[in-house]
T-cell receptor
Framework: DQQVKQNSPSLSVQEGRISILNCDYT??????FLWYKKYPAEGPTFLISISSIKDKNEDGRFTVFLNKSAKHLSLHIVPSQPGDSAVYFC??????????FGQGTRLTINP | NAGVTQTPKFRVLKTGQSMTLLCAQDMNHEYMYWYRQDPGMGLRLIHYSVGEGTTAKGEVPDGYNVSRLKKQNFLLGLESAAPSQTSVYFC???????????????FGPGTRLTVL
C-alpha cells in the first residue's frame, strides 16, 4: 500500500523555466509534509516543508503547495537552475516520528 | 559538527555472511532511523528508535536487527545476508519537539551494500 506516490519518475525542464513536481497521498491523517533533494552518492537533504494547517509555504525559489481536499502537494522551483538537477522525494508524517516517502522524481535542468 | 555519519561506505558480502552498519550522530537527537533505498521504491523504513535503549519495527524489518545502546549510535545488523538485501542504506536522525508534528530528518551519506 503506497501511501505517498510520485507518479512521474522523471522530469526535464529548461533552465530559467518553472519546475513543478507533484505528489499524492492517501492517508488523510498525515499532518506534516516535506520535500527532500538528493544528489548521486549523497544522502537526502531537507528542502522545504509544510504543515497541514497551511496551504502554501515559500522559501526563496522554492514553494510548496498543499491541497488537502485532493490529497495533493506540489513543489514549484522558479527559476530552475542547473544545480537543481537531482532526485526529489516528497514525504509525509502523522505525528513527530516516522516519515513515509514517495518513490522520487528525477529532475533534469537543461541549459 | 559532522552531523550524521555512516560506516562503512561500501561493502560486498557473500550470501549468508553477517555484518553491522554503524550510524553516529553528534546533534543530540532523540530519534534515529534506518532506511533502504531501491530503484523505483523510494526510501523505506527498516527500524527506528525514539530513544536510547528502545527500538521499533518499520515498514521492511525482516532480516535486520538493530540496537541503540548509546544515544548517539544506531547499529543495523544483518545476521545472514541475502541478495534481496542488496541496496543503499541510509541512517537519519531527528529531534523531538513536544506538541509538534515537525519532523525534519537529517540523513547520513549512505552505505552501498552488495550481496552476492
Amino acid at each position: 500500500d503506497q501511501q505517498v506516490k510520485q507518479n512521474s519518475p522523471s522530469l526535464s525542464v529548461q533552465e530559467g523555466r518553472i519546475s513543478i513536481l507533484n505528489c499524492d497521498y492517501t492517508n488523510s491523517m498525515f499532518d506534516y509534509f516535506l520535500w527532500y533533494k538528493k544528489y548521486p552518492a549523497e544522502g537526502p537533504t531537507f528542502l522545504i516543508s509544510i504543515s497541514s494547517i497551511k496551504d502554501k509555504n515559500e522559501d526563496g525559489r522554492f514553494t510548496v503547495f498543499l491541497n488537502k481536499s485532493a490529497k495533493h502537494l506540489s513543489l514549484h522551483i522558479v527559476p530552475s537552475q542547473p544545480g537543481d538537477s537531482a532526485v526529489y522525494f516528497c514525504a509525509a508524517s502523522r505525528g513527530a516520528q516516522k516519515l513515509v516517502f514517495g518513490q522520487g522524481t528525477r529532475l533534469t535542468i537543461n541549459p | 559538527n559532522a552531523g550524521v555519519t555512516q560506516t562503512p561506505k561500501f561493502r560486498v558480502l557473500k550470501t549468508g555472511q553477517s555484518m553491522t552498519l554503524l550510524c553516529a550522530q553528534d546533534m543530540n537527537h532523540e530519534y534515529m532511523y534506518w532506511y533502504r533505498q531501491d530503484p523505483g521504491m523510494g526510501l523505506r523504513l527498516i527500524h527506528y528508535s525514539v530513544g536510547e535503549g528502545t527500538t521499533a519495527k518499520g515498514e521492511v524489518p525482516d532480516g535486520y536487527n538493530v540496537s541503540r545502546l548509546k544515544k548517539q549510535n544506531f547499529l543495523l545488523g544483518l545476521e545472514s545476508a541475502a541478495p534481496s538485501q542488496t541496496s543503499v542504506y541510509f541512517c537519519a536522525s531527528s529531534t523531538y519537539r513536544q506538541f509538534s508534528s515537525y519532523n525534519e530528518q537529517f540523513f547520513g551519506p549512505g552505505t552501498r551494500l552488495t550481496v552476492l
